[in-house]
């Protein structure tokens, strides 16, 4: 093998992509990036571009940004625009479903700039696409199309898996990107996201390539060089040392096919027992190369050359630790109906809020008995549950950024001091005390832009709750599966049905939305009703759950659990079947009110373990904690849009109208002090982008909230808010 053989080049994502096409040989496995690799991908790229897009001399100058790098991969280029993919299939395959995820939201804005960028990253001669693997294309062209796949019995692991990781592409998109910052996140993605190439000189070399770097021994890992390092500084103790870490090895090895779950597991050890108070570089150091850190910071934990058992101490804590944390491992794997009680930690892991994991070992102590620790990392998920249930009923964010700012700014540094099961369950309460809102200001909230998948899973808590009072076989698995569940709507949307109740379209889209107005329903029954009135759909109901199917007249008559459920709970006047003489706003209302009632019920504090006392002036609504912490500022609970921005800057104040006109009618809303949009036409609950609200005024899928809604002036002109922004920044303020 010449050395004139191997090339390697720099491209980024549109060179990479643009009049190419990349193929697969035989050897390539089936594409198996599973959920957490998708989800940390999309958030370092989103992340990375929100610094770079708040960073005005990297917008004036793209150049000069720095890039992103993604990788090496190895290709073998047997004629001009044409590879074979020797190594790198996960992340080329991943990224083109990110270009056809962005091409939809293209299309929905009418982008054509983007549009166009996009279409020849995916299609370089308008017809193939550009990852060429035949098995994919029944499935990419359902999602080029923007229709579903149906899953069949003979598809491959590579098929089911394109189309559940295409649709969480789509929900998580919508949630971290606003429709207006689509043409920039594109530009930057493709210009400023770079792999490295390194090209083969024929296939075979490519083969051996592919050998040499998967089969003849794995590199080194940031895990190895840190057991390497703690070797070398514990004398004699080596062969100690060895065995402990083989030790905690073995304990973290719940999953085969996790080969990260030690690196992570000691991160979030070093995160949640080492790293400094309050010190954002402890955190990233840690995060991108923790046995630097551990090296570089050795004073800071003890582990000083003249004392070589300190390193030996440190290896049997971290074995310790992870012999008390390895249920909550397995527990964020699947779901177990035991007497251990973890399934928050499954719930946590599922809605991203992997950071949980810092937390619990931060409660846990190296040498705290097997229940204690579990106990404690109990009392823990259930609180970042509930944190996150609070959050979308206020409708503020609940991206992995708001549960790090939680975990690392709040609940490490209290659970530290924390010794026994009895301290953390007083501390968490502390912080309930000091929860701003309550569940049932929430009257107004429901199915949103960007809010879909935790929607799914306030119903799914909901249903999965009362099936289990009233002693029903369920699976809320199931119920969070969006393939075997879809988030049924109770009035189809026909706003001529009720159009005599409710005049206005926008109050009816709002209304309709709602979530007293929702359900999940089994996938071949939402098909099969899609249209019907809802005094003819309550009958089909039955069969699902008991949340929908107590709607249909006579249901509980012969289920006395249920109507013991109902007295137990006070809920005769919501849990009720309903007729065609009640009216959609009174339906809409009492179920929404049923909900907040059953939200409270399943995220009551002392259901969880924490010992939270009543005032006997909140009639049991609004607890209060043994000892109160000094209120929490509104930075650390609000919005991060780039209205809330502007009301913090006082660029706008709290109370400024707003106005979007579309197709000869005029639209009003309100800013709150929190950045929220609160539209006149519906009031309620703000919602929580420019994006959503307008969406909902103009009946569309989307909107471009920033350029669509304006304020006026003292002289009556009208300036979208995007100029505001722009003079704001021009002037400094921003």
């Not at 594109?186 to 996201?193: A, C, G, N, Q």
Request: aromatic fraction near 8%.
């Amino acid at each position: 093998m010449g050395a004139d053989e191997i090339r390697s080049q720099g491209f980024n994502l549109n060179e990479l992509f643009r009049d190419v096409t990349y193929e697969i040989d035989y050897y390539q496995r089936d594409y198996t990036w599973g959920e957490e690799e998708v989800r940390t991908l999309l958030r370092d790229l989103c992340d990375s571009f929100r610094s770079w897009s708040g960073n005005v001399a990297f917008r004036r100058r793209p150049d000069t940004a720095p890039e992103y790098f993604l990788g090496p991969f190895v290709y073998h280029e047997p004629e001009k625009r044409r590879r074979f993919l020797v190594d790198g299939q996960q992340r080329f395959v991943t990224l083109h479903l990110l270009f056809l995820q962005l091409r939809l939201r293209a299309k929905e804005v009418e982008d054509s700039h983007t549009l166009d960028q996009l279409n020849r990253v995916i299609t370089p001669d308008g017809k193939h696409f550009s990852v060429g693997i035949t098995d994919h294309d029944p499935v990419l062209r359902a999602i080029s199309e923007g229709r579903k796949y149906e899953t069949g019995a003979g598809d491959s692991l590579s098929r089911r898996n394109l189309w559940a990781r295409s649709r969480q592409m789509e929900s998580q998109l919508v949630e971290e990107l606003d429709a207006e910052e689509l043409h920039h996140f594109t530009e930057w993605l493709l210009k400023r996201v770079v792999l490295v190439g390194i090209r083969a000189a024929d296939l075979s070399h490519g083969y051996r390539m592919f050998e040499t770097m998967n089969d003849r021994g794995a590199r080194l890992t940031a895990v190895d060089l840190l057991k390497s390092h703690l070797l070398s500084n514990v004398g004699a103790g080596e062969e100690q040392l060895n065995t402990r870490w083989q030790e905690m090895l073995r304990e973290l090895s719940t999953d085969r096919d996790d080969p990260q779950a030690a690196s992570r597991f000691i991160k979030a050890y070093l995160l949640a027992r080492c790293a400094r108070e309050g010190d954002a570089d402890d955190r990233r150091q840690i995060t991108t190369n923790l046995n630097v850190w551990v090296r570089h910071n050795a004073t800071h934990l003890g582990l000083i050359t003249e004392r070589p058992d300190r390193f030996l101490e440190f290896v049997q804590d971290l074995l310790d630790s992870a012999r008390l944390y390895r249920p909550f491992l397995a527990a964020t794997r699947t779901l177990k109906k035991d007497g251990d009680r973890l399934e928050t930690v499954l719930f946590n892991e599922r809605n991203g809020l992997g950071a949980q994991s810092v937390a619990v070992l931060a409660a846990i102590d190296p040498g705290d008995q097997p229940t204690d620790a579990k106990d404690k990392g109990r009392l823990v998920a259930g609180y970042i549950d509930r944190w996150y249930a609070l959050r979308i009923l206020q409708d503020l964010p609940v991206q992995s950024a708001d549960a790090d700012s939680l975990v690392h700014t709040e609940l490490v540094p209290l659970l530290r001091k924390c010794r026994t099961v009895d301290e953390v369950a007083s501390a968490l309460a502390g912080l309930v005390g000091d929860e701003g809102g309550a569940i049932r200001d929430a009257v107004t909230l429901g199915l949103r832009g960007n809010n879909g998948p935790q929607i799914r899973y306030l119903l799914a808590r909901a249903t999965a709750y009362v099936e289990e009072s009233c002693q029903r076989s369920y699976d809320v698995l199931d119920y969070l599966d969006r393939e075997k569940f879809h988030i049924e709507h109770l009035w189809a949307n026909h706003h001529h049905r009720v159009r005599q109740e409710i005049p206005d379209k926008v109050v009816f889209r709002s209304l309709r939305n709602q979530l007293g107005g929702l359900g999940l329903l089994l996938d071949r029954e939402n098909a099969s009703l899609n249209d019907l009135p809802l005094t003819e759909k309550t009958a089909f109901y039955a069969r699902d759950n008991i949340l929908l199917g107590i709607m249909a007249p006579k249901y509980n008559l012969r289920n006395p659990v249920l109507r013991e459920f109902i007295k137990t709970h006070q809920l005769d006047r919501l849990l009720r079947p309903f007729g065609a003489q009640d009216a959609m706003t009174s339906v809409i209302q009492t179920r929404q009110d049923l909900y907040l009632r059953l939200f409270e019920h399943i995220w009551e504090p002392r259901r969880l373990g924490l010992p939270v006392t009543t005032s006997p002036a909140s009639n049991g609504t609004a607890p209060t904690a043994p000892v109160r912490r000094p209120r929490r500022g509104t930075a650390t609970r609000g919005r991060r849009t780039q209205v809330a921005q502007m009301i913090q800057a006082q660029v706008l104040k709290a109370g400024t109208r707003i106005v979007l006109a579309y197709r000869s009618a005029e639209h009003w809303a309100t800013i709150d002090e929190d950045g929220g949009i609160i539209l006149t036409a519906t009031g309620g609950t703000p919602y929580g982008r420019v994006d959503e609200a307008g969406a909902v005024a103009r009946g569309t899928k989307t909107c471009q909230g920033m350029n669509e809604w304006h304020v006026e002036d003292e002289t009556g002109a009208r300036i979208s808010l995007r100029t505001v922004r722009d003079r704001a920044v021009v002037a400094g303020l921003l």
